[in-house]
């Protein structure tokens, strides 16, 4: 049997708010069908599984506490790293994170918190190596909470990226911070031999270093994601962070062993699928 050109990987959870993501009119299944339309294979899974149990990391007030203090520090390292440009629009989204930080310290540590971190994050990579075992090109992995309004444009806009060549390490489909507000619109470029190819207007924007917006949507090319999850490897179980954040650290490391560069990462602007998890309607 032939590998598929796309896997798509859906992290999701029995109690989910969006669980029509883990079934046939879900955004994995009918994107799937769509593309073997235009020709282009694809398979998809959803994972539910509670694996946390099986992660050897405990889930006490010490682990919540460290991970708190670890997400503050990387976000000051993220921020070095990419010289994120502190707008007033940009200040405005860090003083929010921080405040939902501080919010964390100031009750009771919620070690429930720490279970659904290990989940998520390890929902992602147990996706993310099934895709590499389906021998797929591409995986995109998706959060259930992600959706596509306009899915001709998305498919058509896939199926021109995967006419690309493999330099793409991996693209934003994302629409959920606004890239002023993360204060990195600075390092992205537009690049004229890579157009969107689907029917909305969009933009092709390549970054001078690898960054992200969050991981709800997030297009991985197989050769870079074998460094991606070795990389996880290697990275410490604790402190817990969310799985955005330790992707983050990944690139930074993977940057300075030279096996991520410049206009490897590429965001789509504005991106397809939104985050409905971040939308107030």
Request: hydrophobic letters at 40%.
């Amino acid at each position: 049997m032939a590998c598929p050109t796309l896997f798509i990987g859906v992290v999701s959870h029995s109690r989910s708010s969006f669980t029509v993501n883990q079934g046939e009119e879900g955004l994995a299944a009918t994107l799937v069908k769509c593309l073997n339309k235009l020709d282009t294979s694809a398979t998809y899974s959803v994972n539910v599984l509670n694996d946390f149990d099986d992660a050897g990391v405990p889930a006490n007030g010490s682990v919540f506490r460290g991970g708190i203090a670890e997400e503050l520090r990387l976000e000051r390292e993220w921020n070095r790293f990419l010289g994120v440009r502190w707008g007033l629009r940009a200040w405005i989204g860090h003083l929010a994170r921080w405040l939902r930080v501080q919010s964390f310290l100031l009750r009771k540590p919620d070690t429930k918190e720490v279970r659904r971190l290990i989940n998520i994050e390890l929902s992602h990579t147990k996706l993310m190596k099934e895709g590499l075992d389906s021998g797929a090109q591409w995986v995109l992995i998706l959060e259930d909470d992600a959706a596509s309004p306009e899915l001709e444009d998305l498919t058509q806009g896939l199926v021109g990226i995967f006419s690309h060549d493999s330099q793409m390490s991996f693209v934003n489909l994302s629409r959920s911070f606004d890239l002023t507000v993360l204060g990195i619109d600075h390092i992205l470029h537009s690049d004229r031999d890579k157009k969107w190819a689907g029917t909305a207007h969009r933009q092709m924007l390549h970054s001078d270093r690898p960054a992200t917006n969050t991981v709800c949507a997030i297009l991985y090319h197989r050769d870079f994601l074998v460094h991606l999850i070795k990389e996880f490897e290697l990275i410490p179980s604790e402190p817990v962070v969310p799985i955005d954040w330790r992707l983050n650290l990944a690139l930074m490391n993977l940057w300075n062993k030279g096996i991520v560069g410049a206009g490897d990462c590429w965001f789509v602007e504005p991106a397809p699928i939104d985050q409905l998890s971040m939308r107030s309607s």
